[in-house]
């Protein structure tokens, strides 16, 4: 069992910065892959980034966070990070953290196996 908890939320202004994290429990953190998904208000839950796991570690993004946003893991910490810099209005979604043994499709959510409670990010323009 992993549990997902994710932090770094808030308000921010049109082209600022913000931080997520998402730190896991368990011992086969460093093996899973992880990923950011969001949901705006009326949209659908949609892929952000994911990075693989073991010695992987590669990384995807949806081509509308492409050279603005990076996603990043520290195992030692058991904790997967989102920079999101140049934000945007329509960044605006509730985040959530995934993970899941190696998705073979790495941006479809029904192929992660844990979620966090998602943290909300709110960008004004």
């Known amino acids: 069992q992993v549990q997902l908890v994710e932090s770094g939320g808030g308000l921010v202004q049109a082209g600022g910065s913000l931080r997520l994290s998402c730190v896991a429990s368990?011992?086969?953190?460093?093996?899973?892959?992880m990923g950011w998904f969001r949901q705006a208000p009326g949209k659908e839950r949609e892929f952000v980034a994911a990075?693989?796991?073991?010695?992987?570690?590669?990384?995807y993004y949806v081509d509308s966070v492409k050279g603005r946003f990076t996603i990043s893991r520290d195992n030692a910490k058991n904790t997967v990070y989102l920079q999101m810099n140049s934000l945007k209005a329509e960044d605006t979604a509730v985040y959530y953290c995934?993970?899941?043994?190696?998705?073979?499709?790495?941006?479809?959510?029904?192929?992660?196996?844990?979620w966090g409670q998602g943290t909300q990010v709110t960008v004004s323009s």
């Open positions: 995934a993970a899941g043994p190696n998705p073979a499709t790495i941006n479809q959510g029904a192929e992660y196996d844990y």
């Open positions: 368990g011992r086969t953190f460093r093996s899973y892959a």
């Open positions: 990075i693989r796991g073991g010695w992987d570690n590669r990384q």
